[in-house]
């Protein structure tokens, strides 16, 4: 089993929960934990598939672990302890791993934190069974402190295996995801990209290195006052018969008072003076941020001696989100224990550059494809535009054609020739809707050589011309889908995101082959 052994002994692990059961990674294997994206839907996947995110330029599959754990509902309306709807849907994660040279993303329930486990604690999947998951997805469990089971620890690679037998593995004649970059060396990744941990005091976002976080653990029920101490000094804990001096990050700062410590986590930092727990509202997200997106301090506000526990400012999703990246070195040496902390007024006092972002240049137009893309089932779809002949509305009549696959509607004429009919939604195993008909239906017809068809799609998205920069292999679900759909364009404007399925026109006219793949999904 895979895991970070630090100095002290110890191994580090996500933990979080699905469906109420306590789950734990190595995290030496988790490359993200995110809010989860806006997903979009693929078709003739897994059932546990819950659709497709992007992420760094990259399309990943995202799986649901309450399907592949078979634990019922989707954790919607739920709350963290399962109880009655309390907005608990916002605490949902995506844990973002890599699988054969593709990063897959997991969707978890919520993200309780990040743990230091000794050795000890650490029984092999032998000894902690567990009759509500497969043995053979268990790489051990984290035993509690009297040596009772507490949270188990998946094994990545037998999950998403068992979920796409063909993720990273291009058959013959199709072009290989794992063909794609490969992940860059730990010594890169260190020399231009920054780990951070976002955290949030009075609904402010603030990030301190993952190097220096050595784990986050609940607020304990009891907290230790210390008499004639500074207001952000909240007292002592114990963590595992340690004691452990706590900081409040809202008093440190002087923003909001805060109304009690029920509720909340205590990341534990690593300082020269030694471990440090740091009490704040939550823990968000572990991002990693390119060096070139965090940017210094401004100078009018660095020669203040309130700002020198900043490190920098990481800009995100072009500038529309700034947040503060703490040193944990420095974080305690300002002297703003008097509540005249200076960090508060970041809600929207720092700008990002102007006009930031990408600018495509005629040359880029230039290098481009065009695609006539419609709209299937809240996805959108895209086929060459010189394999499009045209687009029609939805015939009134169409003819059955006997022994014709199940995804063939019929035929209709079209100038005198027959035209067979194609059920998208059919053929690619997607649920009949409403918009399968009316109005905004459109029949695309498509030709190559001799041979035509007729697509039955549910409405017409227009012509879109995508940079080559901005197309890239599809992840491999399956043989099917990978046939069928084998890149993706992944398009930005003004904030808005398109991820784009791109349909190959060859393959859509051999009906026969068609019908021996779909046979089976």
């Not at 933990?15 to 990674?25: K, N, Q, R, S, Y």
């Amino acid at each position: 089993m895979a895991a970070i052994i630090r100095r002290d002994g110890v191994r580090s692990f996500v933990l979080f929960t699905v469906g109420g059961m306590e789950l734990a990674l190595p995290l030496d294997g988790v490359l993200e934990i995110l809010r989860p994206p806006v997903l979009v839907p693929i078709p003739l996947g897994p059932p546990s598939l819950e659709g497709l995110a992007r992420r760094r330029g990259a399309v990943l599959p995202v799986i649901g672990l309450r399907r592949v754990l078979g634990l019922a509902g989707d954790g919607e309306g739920e709350t963290d302890d399962g109880g009655a709807d309390d907005g608990g849907t916002k605490a949902a994660r995506l844990l973002i791993l890599r699988h054969n040279g593709q990063p897959v993303g997991l969707l978890v329930d919520r993200v309780a934190g990040l743990a230091a486990v000794g050795e000890d604690r650490i029984a092999d999947a032998g000894t902690a069974p567990d009759p509500s998951i497969d043995a053979g997805l268990l790489a051990g469990a984290i035993l509690t402190g009297d040596g009772r089971e507490g949270a188990l620890i998946l094994d990545p690679g037998p999950l998403i295996e068992r979920q796409f037998a063909d993720l990273g593995r291009g058959s013959a004649g199709i072009a290989d995801f794992s063909g794609a970059p490969q992940p860059k060396t730990a010594e890169a990744i260190r020399q231009d990209e920054e780990q951070l941990v976002v955290l949030t005091v009075a609904e402010q976002e603030f990030a301190l290195p993952v190097a220096a976080v050595r784990e986050v653990v609940p607020i304990p029920e009891t907290v230790t006052r210390v008499p004639r101490a500074r207001a952000h000094l909240l007292g002592m804990m114990t963590l595992r018969d340690a004691l452990l001096p706590l900081v409040g990050l809202r008093e440190l700062f002087g923003l909001d008072a805060r109304k009690g410590m029920d509720r909340g986590k205590v990341a534990v930092l690593r300082t020269a003076e030694g471990l440090v727990g740091v009490a704040v509202e939550d823990v968000r997200e572990i991002l990693r941020v390119p060096r070139e997106r965090i940017d210094p301090v401004p100078p009018l506000m660095a020669r203040e001696a309130e700002f020198e526990d900043m490190d920098g400012i990481a800009r995100l999703n072009g500038g529309a989100r700034l947040i503060p990246v703490l040193s944990a070195e420095r974080l305690f040496r300002h002297g703003a224990g008097d509540g005249a902390g200076a960090a508060a007024g970041f809600g929207g006092g720092v700008q990002g550059r102007e006009g930031e972002g990408t600018v495509a240049t005629d040359a880029d137009v230039e290098r481009a494809e065009a695609f006539v893309v419609f709209r299937l089932a809240s996805a959108e779809y895209g086929l060459p535009v010189g394999a499009v002949q045209e687009v029609l509305r939805r015939p009134d009549a169409v003819t059955p054609l006997p022994n014709a696959p199940d995804f063939v509607s019929g035929v209709t004429t079209l100038r005198g020739a027959v035209l067979p009919l194609v059920a998208l939604r059919r053929l690619l195993r997607l649920p009949e809707g409403r918009e399968n008909g009316g109005d905004r239906g459109r029949v695309v017809v498509i030709a190559a050589g001799a041979a035509r068809a007729g697509l039955l799609v549910d409405g017409m998205a227009g012509i879109v011309r995508i940079p080559d920069g901005a197309i890239g292999p599809a992840p491999v679900v399956s043989q099917a889908q990978h046939r069928l759909i084998r890149r993706i364009g992944a398009l930005e404007n003004a904030g808005e995101r398109r991820m784009i399925l791109l349909m190959d026109p060859a393959e859509l006219l051999d009906m026969d082959q068609l019908a021996d793949l779909l046979a089976t999904v």
